[in-house]
C-alpha cells in the first residue's frame, strides 16, 4: 500500500512536471503576443518600455484643501486640492512620488491600483498639473473623489484617494 501511494506521488510529480514545462511554454508565448496591447497592464516588464507605476512613498495623502465631509456649498465653488509627500505633475511622464489629480463625481471611493482612470464627464483629469477647479453641480448631495494617478494616468489606490459627500444649496 505504502509503495503504491510512493509510486503514485512520484508519477504525479512527474506528469505535474511535465505539464507545468508544456504549460510555462505555452504562457511565455501567451505572454509575448500579450505584451504590446497589455504594457500598461504589466508592471514587470523588464524592456523598460513602460515604466512601473511608483511606489507609494510613507506618509503620502490626497485630500480635499478646503472641504470638509457633510459640507454645504454653493455652485460655482472653487475646489482646492491638496497633497502630502506627493508632488503634482503634468501627464505624460512616470515620476517617483508624483502624479496628477482627478475628480470624481458620484462613482466609486477610489480605483484600484495600476487601473487607468476613464476619461468622461464623470471623471476629470488635471493633466496639467492643476490643483484648483471651479466646480458646478446641481443641487443636492454628491459625493466627490479625489484620485491621484501617475503619469499614465494610473491610479495609486485607495492610499491615494479620498471622498467627501457634499450639499450643494
Ligand atoms: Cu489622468
Avoid: W
Avoid at 484620485?147 to 457634499?166: E, F, M, P, T, W
Amino acid at each position: 500500500m505504502k509503495m503504491k501511494l510512493i509510486f503514485s506521488s512520484i508519477c504525479f510529480v512527474v506528469i505535474a512536471s511535465c505539464n507545468n514545462s508544456s504549460e510555462d511554454k505555452g504562457k511565455k508565448e501567451d505572454s509575448m503576443a500579450m505584451d504590446k496591447s497589455h504594457e500598461a497592464m504589466n508592471h514587470s516588464q523588464p524592456s523598460g518600455e513602460v515604466p512601473s507605476i511608483p511606489e507609494i512613498p510613507e506618509g503620502a495623502k490626497v485630500f480635499f484643501k478646503n472641504l470638509k465631509d457633510n459640507a454645504t456649498i454653493s455652485s460655482p465653488f472653487t475646489l482646492q486640492m491638496g497633497t502630502d509627500v506627493m508632488s503634482i505633475d503634468s501627464a505624460g511622464l512616470v515620476r517617483p512620488a508624483s502624479g496628477h489629480h482627478h475628480l470624481i463625481i458620484d462613482g466609486a471611493d477610489s480605483l484600484a491600483m495600476g487601473s487607468i482612470v476613464p476619461k468622461d464627464s464623470v471623471n476629470i483629469h488635471f493633466g496639467n498639473a492643476q490643483t484648483e477647479y471651479e466646480l458646478k453641480l446641481n443641487p443636492g448631495k454628491h459625493k466627490l473623489t479625489l484620485q491621484l494617478a501617475d503619469g499614465l494616468h494610473r491610479s495609486y489606490g485607495g492610499k491615494l484617494s479620498a471622498s467627501i459627500i457634499v450639499t450643494v444649496k
